[in-house]
Every structure is written in C-alpha cells, then in structure tokens.
C-alpha cells in the first residue's frame, strides 16, 4: 500500500541537499550517480527540484537492460535536463575478451566491474568534494553501520547518503507524490536493478539484493560501496 504522500520528508531533502551542494562548492561541487532505481529517482527530482548545483550521471556499461534505457531517457525528457553517460575505455573492454569469466570466479566478475564502472566513475569523481548516493540501510546487511555522511577512503572522498533511513514505504510515498518515472522491471520482480547479465528477478520473501550476482554466494557489491 502506499502512503499518502509526505511532503515533510520530501522538503528536508530537498534542503538537505541544498545545504551539502552550497557547502562543498568551493570543494569541487557534488556528484550524483543514479541508475535509476526509485532511490535515484527521489533524488534527481530533489535536486532538480531545489535547483541544487549537482551533477547528475549514470554509469553505461554497455549491459543495461532496455528498460533501464528506456528509463533513463524518460528521465531525461521528465526533468528536460540531460544525465552524462559515463562509458568505458573501449581497450579495457576488449581485454575483457567477452563475459565468460564474470561467471567463472569472483575476480573475473570484478574485473569487468572495475573496467565498465569503477575506472569511469573514478574519473568522473576526480576533484569532486562530495558523492551523493540512494544507498539504504534496508537494502543489505551490509550497509547497517553506514553513517549519513562518511568519508569514504577507498574513494578519498566525502559521501552523503540522504536516504539512508529511509523505509519502503516512505520511499514507495515519494515516488507517487512527486510522480517521477520507475522502471517498469521493478514490477517484475527486479527490486534491485544492475546490469542485464548479473540481475534476476528476486522471490517475494528473498533479500531485495538476491537477485544481484546470484551465482555467487557472499559477495553481493561491485566495489562501488563497500559498506
Ligand atoms: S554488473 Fe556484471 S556486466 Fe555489469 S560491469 Fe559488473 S560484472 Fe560486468
């Protein structure tokens, strides 16, 4: 069921994020990445709402499911702003010699990973204060001793996750109110969405992140967050 809308959680945010971009301008100024998931969703509209100085952009892999491209350009013309495509380096991709081996060990999947999303964004965030992200605590064990603002040393540098504590239901009411676009697989079963080859549908009583690398057994981050 969702709730009727919350105007409150929505209005902080907007400020909050307000503040964070106002506070690291002299910094580099504040990045935001989505992949469009309802998260990402509430946050774009937060920026784009407040008209905060917040640059917005999302990692193409070359594996996004068409849907997901789908919702990026229905985003894009929502909100009538553009969100950069951050793409890989074409010879790293080739030395990745295809898919093969994200499916044989750990090291190979995280090597594809390094190559179509940790080098671009790397680049991306170099001289950047801050990484604004959607990331929640209900999303993973993982990510319970995450705090709303960390300094993230793998990174070097400041994150903020405004949605931190945010619930399902509170995010499922900011989605209806402000009316942004979800990707329809997310009622398909996908409440976790990454790339084609690595996300299945999840069963309703699985952790939302099952359906993410599920050939793998522990292991459920791309190195983006560490938690
Ligand atoms: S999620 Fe899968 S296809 Fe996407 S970059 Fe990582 S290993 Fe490669």
Not at 104 to 130: D, H, M, N, Y
């Amino acid at each position: 069921m969702v709730l009727a809308p919350n105007t409150t959680s929505l209005d902080v945010l907007v400020r909050e994020i307000e503040t964070i971009a106002t506070e690291q301008l002299k910094s580099g100024g504040v990045v935001l990445t989505t992949s469009f998931s309802k998260e990402d969703q509430i946050l774009t509209w937060a920026v784009m709402e407040g008209g905060a100085d917040v640059e917005v952009v999302s990692l193409d892999t070359g594996y996004l499911f068409p849907a997901t491209r789908q919702t990026w350009e229905a985003t894009q013309l929502h909100f009538g702003r553009e969100i950069r495509a951050l793409r890989p380096n074409e010879a790293e991709v080739v030395s990745l010699d295809g898919l093969d081996r994200i499916y044989q060990s750990t090291e190979g999947r995280k090597q594809c990973c390094s190559v179509r999303k940790i080098q671009p964004l790397r680049a991306a965030l170099a001289g950047k204060g801050a990484w604004l992200t959607g990331l929640r605590r209900a999303h993973s064990p993982n990510r319970a001793a995450m705090e709303r603002r960390e300094r993230d040393a793998a990174w070097g540098i400041l994150k903020f996750h405004p949605l931190l504590e945010w619930d399902d239901q509170m995010l499922d009411s900011a989605v209806a109110s402000t009316g942004v676009p979800v990707n329809p697989l997310h009622s398909m079963g996908y409440p976790s969405i990454g790339c084609a080859p690595c996300t299945r549908p999840v069963l309703p009583h699985e952790d939302p992140r099952a359906g993410r690398w599920w050939w793998e057994s522990s292991s459920k981050e791309c190195g983006l967050h560490r938690g």
